[in-house]
């Protein structure tokens, strides 16, 4: 299977046609998944001297990591009001000390590794429709403040036109550490500096079933991979091949759309200082604009996970509401992409076993944070785990109502959100 049509495999840069895993391997970790989250564990523990293989299902970024918004967002799903409440206040300050770390890392692979991904640094913006939602705002500025990150500006509605060319907002926060990028070819340019260093990346190497034993092997349909180590990264599409997680995380789908190039000054017009946005809404929307100057919007989920089947059509209405200036314009590309929602909308991530590690459920907070998860297992696998077992010891609870209810479950959830944000709640 090739990738998924969209924009990113579209405008992917070349990458070699990678083996299949073929007969029996050894090294020090094995990594599960070739997305953000396995990149960024095998790249950081390579460079600590680590012999390692990554095994992938399909290809190196084809779920989410690859078709995602593009956004580096910094922070959590859930804000540190939330995560001290229901954690307390010295793991809701360690994680608000590392809510940046993912966006640095990013960053730093891409100057380290002269990966070529379209990056903009101008920054990310997030846009209020009510009052409500700006002191919401407010309160992340000044929290963010105390974590360390003071390159935050709260933007008024007489400025709101510098940043955002719609009617629709009251206001925002642009936050100067965030940007943008193009996320298949991060990730492909993770994996060759991932094989610079001595890694292996395995293709088309489904992982059936792991030994979660004192000496843990990863068997697929024509080989084996046995180590000190396992990581599973599969996060929303890990299928059968960790089922002690399945009832942990629901897969969620996403719906992205992208417009035909525009002029410079209709680009201009829509995001006049190139900067990602998402809103503030429960069911957030999201766009920003591409190197070769297209709008790429995202925005509304599926909790079945099942892609629509008329995605354009699901997302163009969301898009004209936005950008009404917009309508004719064509639509070059639309596609899905489904990502692990925990039931806390917090990441999951902890131990099978002794010897096998997991990192699922950003909840679609991902391309930062998984980053950061992928330091922290490393860490934790070369026996510094204080950072790491922070997350670890957060606890994640299974949807209730199992597989046939949850879906209807988390549907209510967003309905009843929806309704208080129409409400200006």
């Not at 500006?153 to 925002?172: F, M, N, T």
């Not at 999201?286 to 925005?299: C, H, P, S, V």
């Not at 936005?322 to 309508?327: H, I």
Request: glycine share 12%.
């Amino acid at each position: 299977m090739s990738y998924i049509s969209s924009y990113y495999a579209s405008s992917a840069n070349a990458a070699p046609e990678r083996l299949v895993l073929e007969g029996d391997h050894h090294c020090d970790i094995c990594v599960i998944g070739a997305g953000y989250a396995g990149l960024s564990t095998a790249l950081h523990l390579a460079e600590k001297g680590y012999k390692v293989i990554v095994l992938e299902a399909e290809k190196t970024g084809w779920g989410a990591s690859g078709r995602n918004g593009g956004q580096i967002i910094n922070g959590y799903s859930r804000d540190y009001d939330t995560i001290r409440a229901r954690y307390g206040e010295d793991t809701a300050r360690a994680l608000l000390n590392m809510g940046f770390e993912g966006a640095d890392i990013i960053r730093d692979h891409i100057k380290k590794y002269n990966i070529n991904c379209n990056h903009s640094p101008e920054g990310s913006f997030f846009a209020a429709f009510n009052d409500s939602q700006m002191k919401f705002l407010e309160r992340r500025k000044a929290i963010w403040a105390e974590g360390g990150n003071n390159e935050t500006e709260i933007i008024s509605r007489d400025k709101l036109s510098d940043y955002v060319g719609s009617a629709l907002y009251c206001g925002g926060l642009l936050d100067k550490r965030g940007g943008h990028i193009h996320p298949l070819n991060l990730a492909l340019g993770e994996a060759a500096a991932l094989e610079s260093l001595g890694g292996k990346i395995f293709e088309k190497s489904r992982v059936l079933s792991i030994d979660t034993g004192t000496k843990p092997k990863a068997i697929t349909e024509r080989g084996s991979v046995s180590a000190a180590h396992i990581v599973v990264c599969g996060n929303a599409y890990i299928g059968n091949t960790a089922p002690q997680l399945q009832s942990r995380f629901m897969s969620v789908s996403s719906q992205i759309i992208t417009t035909a190039p525009l002029t410079d000054a209709q680009a201009s017009a829509l995001l006049p200082g190139r900067h990602c946005v998402e809103d503030c809404n429960f069911l957030l929307d999201y766009y920003r604009i591409t190197a070769d100057r297209r709008l790429l919007f995202g925005g509304g989920v599926v909790y079945s996970g099942t892609t629509p089947h008329d995605i354009e059509g699901r997302l163009s209405p969301k898009l004209l509401r936005v950008f009404p200036m917009l309508q004719g314009v064509k639509i070059d590309y639309a596609w899905s992409c489904n990502f692990a929602l925990t039931l806390t909308r917090m990441p999951h991530i902890g131990r099978l076993s002794d010897t096998v590690y997991f990192i699922h459920g950003d909840s679609g907070h991902g391309v930062t944070t998984t980053h950061l998860l992928g330091r922290l297992t490393a860490e934790a696998v070369a026996g510094q785990a204080e950072r790491y077992d922070i997350f670890a010891n957060m606890k994640n609870y299974p949807f209730p109502g199992g597989r046939v209810f949850r879906i209807p479950f988390t549907a209510l959830g967003a309905w009843y959100y929806g309704l208080r944000e129409k409400m200006g709640i």
